[in-house]
Nanobody
Framework: QVQVTESGGGSVQAGSSLRLSCIAS????????MAWFRQAPGREREFVAG????????NYLDSVKDRFTISRDRSSGTAYLQMNSLKPEDTAVYYC?????????????????WGQGTQVTVAS
């Protein structure tokens, strides 16, 4: 059984930064794309950022493009999401996911393994 574990969430003020981490058990995902999704109360889960298997390609939700950075360390099977200039509208549960392929699609159906999520709350 593969486990995906997120960490780094918390409650912060607007304008602050947080760094989320994601690690998969047994280093699963080393050759797979990885991504972060989020889900706010009453809203559908949405793609936030994705990174290809070797880190060579990244893509972002437009509203976070200039504020968030996704990265990964293949040797440890870890992915990160650096979130700067946080806004109240970034408040959500953030989920890490491992793609079925080498790339990171924007659609959730493309992902095989999911973490339980970590809460990010941004106060105004």
């Amino acid at each position: 059984q593969v486990q995906v574990t997120e960490s780094g969430g918390g409650s912060v003020q607007a304008g602050s930064s947080l760094r989320l981490s994601c690690i998969a058990s047994r280093r699963t995902g080393t050759n797979n794309g990885m991504a972060w999704f989020r889900q706010a109360p009453g809203r559908e889960r949405e793609f936030v950022a994705g990174i290809s298997w070797n880190g060579g390609a990244t893509n972002y939700l437009d509203s976070v493009k200039d504020r968030f950075t996704i990265s990964r360390d293949r040797s440890s099977g870890t992915a990160y999401l650096q979130m700067n200039s946080l806004k109240p509208e970034d408040t959500a549960v953030y989920y890490c996911a491992i793609s079925r392929t080498s790339f990171a699609s924007r659609t959730s159906d493309s992902y095989r393994y999911w973490g339980q999520g970590t809460q990010v709350t941004v106060a105004s």
